[in-house]
């Protein structure tokens, strides 16, 4: 769980050194958090 907890926070330090202005980078980031999240979940249920 650490190594996907360092992943998400690589990808919002990311988004935020981005050019976004705060609203779409805060939109984007929500929706890249919930992207990782379900394919992080999809590998691990395919590795049990």
């Given at each position: 769980?650490?190594?996907?907890f360092l992943h998400l926070s690589s990808i919002h330090h990311?988004?935020?050194?981005?050019?976004f202005t705060h609203w779409s980078q805060d939109?984007?980031?929500l929706?890249?958090?919930m992207f990782q999240v379900l394919s992080?979940?999809?590998?691990?249920?395919?590795?049990?």
């Open positions: 769980m650490k190594l996907v990311f988004w935020i050194s981005g050019r939109w984007v980031m929706v890249m958090t992080y979940l999809h590998m691990l249920r395919m590795a049990l």
